[in-house]
């Protein structure tokens, strides 16, 4: 099984909003990721975890702030965001961070549109 | 730095034609280097990847050989479908705290 779930599938929200992101992954992968893709672009990694610490920010802003509460799951809590973020958010695990051929298996995307 | 460079798009052929996407990279060190494809709406699913020289790989009818003389992966398949339409973006991804570096991605239209 390489499935990574992504919840909800879809979001919309008001800039006052504060809502979450949800990912999971059940392959015992030890490294978590969040990017952010805009249209016709490549995804933009936002942040990484590798046994539930934070390794790699990749100087987010405040209003984006990831949690991993144990090694399957892994959040993005949003707060106060701005119509720019309206963007597809993927998750992505890998077994480790960095090793050679690591591969990322992506989860199906949120798409979130900011009003 | 590190980088990836693809072809520009989009991409469109007719079903049954010869693809080639063309894939370059700059890297400080020795890369694994993949394709991922992604069908509309959906995340990315990893397509092939190789991890070192000469190295072929291969999955659902594409290839890529890693080519070190030519610092190049580029994908290739004998036969699109119009199920083949797709963004294909090449990545490499080098050992240690690293992010993968993806191309621009090219689109690919398949037209029966």
């Known amino acids: 099984d390489t499935e990574v779930t992504q919840t909800p599938k879809h979001l919309v929200m008001g800039m006052t909003n504060k809502k979450s992101l949800k990912c999971e992954q059940h392959m015992g992968h030890r490294a978590m990721y969040w990017y952010k893709q805009k249209a016709k672009k490549p995804p933009e990694l936002m942040f990484v975890?590798?046994?539930?610490?934070?390794?790699i920010n990749e100087s987010v802003p405040s209003r984006f702030s990831p949690e991993c509460p144990n090694s399957s799951l892994l959040n993005l809590h949003l707060h106060a965001l701005q119509p720019e973020d309206s963007a597809l958010y993927l998750c992505?695990?890998?077994?480790?961070?960095?090793?050679?051929?690591?591969?990322?298996?992506f989860g199906p995307g949120t798409r979130l549109l900011v009003l | 730095g590190n980088s990836v460079t693809q072809m520009e798009g989009p991409v469109t052929l007719s079903e049954e034609a010869f693809l080639t996407i063309n894939c370059t990279y700059t890297a400080t060190g020795y890369p694994s280097l993949f394709w991922y494809v992604q069908y509309p709406g959906e995340g990315l699913q990893l397509l092939l990847k190789a991890t070192k020289a000469d190295d072929k790989g291969s999955n659902k009818g594409f290839e890529a050989t890693y080519r070190k003389e030519t610092t190049s992966f580029h994908l290739e398949k004998g036969s699109v479908q119009v199920s083949d339409s797709a963004v294909y973006f090449c990545a490499l991804l080098l050992s240690g705290n690293t992010p993968l570096v993806f191309g621009k991605g090219t689109r690919l239209s398949v037209i029966a």
């Open positions: 992505a695990s890998s077994q480790n961070v960095g090793g050679v051929g690591e591969t990322q298996y």
């Open positions: 975890y590798s046994y539930e610490k934070l390794s």
